[in-house]
């Protein structure tokens, strides 16, 4: 049953895809449904994704770094950051004329499922579909349509079965970040006691490189973190750029 379950999920996931123009083939999902990884025949790809919310300190540090060496990502804000246009709109004009896929991250930022192993329901599916409309709103000020940008993240990169569903049954596409690779911990702050400096970020990042390969890897930064979290990580994207370079892994946006 639980085999007829996942191939019957699957399979309407392919078919929402094709509706969408996105390509089905070479995606693979975690339990709850979300695609966390993205393989093409003959080719060692990897995809860099940026989210942000209330800071994006490191949105220039970023562009500029990608930008002297040509290489494409994909940015993922929230309504939030995108309505505090005196601080924010240059950047995101910036990443979509560079030619970046920029998509949402939600409108306000919440938190759709408690942080439990059950991820029980705190936000209902209709209203985490609700709230990523909004952004959309926010993303059509900036000239990004709906139609071109259908792939997301929901909120907190965090979710249960029922709202990747509602999202899909509204033509959206939600993706979140390869299971494994830890540079997500880039968020947090030295007072907390699972606090992860950025050296061991990057450890850990060349181990699993060494290890498992990163080929279709979703890899997440936070190109900005909470003040009091001064060991910025994305300052590593140099290094971590010729590391896939020397190891032939192309850098592709979505």
Wanted: net charge negative; aromatic share 12%; hydrophobic share 40%.
């Amino acid at each position: 049953m639980r085999h007829l379950l996942s191939s019957i999920i699957l399979i309407c996931a392919l078919a929402l895809l094709s509706a969408s123009g996105i390509h089905t083939a070479g995606w693979e999902y975690d339990r709850f449904g979300a695609a966390v990884r993205h393989t093409v025949p003959d080719r060692k790809t990897v995809h860099l994704i940026f989210t942000a919310d209330s800071a994006f300190e490191g949105g220039e540090f970023a562009l500029d770094v990608m930008d002297a060496r040509g290489v494409k990502a994909s940015f993922f804000f929230t309504g939030n950051f995108m309505r505090d246009s005196a601080a924010n709109a240059a950047v995101i004009h910036r990443a979509i004329n560079e030619g970046h896929y920029v998509g949402p991250h939600g409108d306000r930022h919440i938190l759709l499922a408690e942080w439990n192993k059950e991820r029980t329901t705190l936000a209902s599916a209709d209203s985490a579909v609700r709230d990523v409309e909004a952004a959309y709103l926010m993303l059509q000020r900036y000239g990004v349509c709906r139609d071109s940008a259908r792939i997301l993240i929901p909120s907190f990169e965090w979710y249960n079965r029922s709202h990747i569903e509602a999202f899909r049954n509204a033509g959206l596409f939600p993706i979140n970040m390869s299971p494994g690779i830890e540079t997500y911990k880039d968020y947090t702050t030295p007072d907390l006691p699972y606090y992860t400096t950025s050296a061991e970020i990057w450890e850990q990042f060349l181990t699993y490189e060494a290890e498992k390969g990163l080929d279709g890897a979703i890899i997440l930064i936070h190109l900005g973190t909470d003040s009091t979290r001064t060991d910025k990580f994305y300052r590593y994207l140099p290094a971590l750029l010729d590391t896939l370079d020397s190891h032939s892994y192309h850098l592709e946006r979505f």
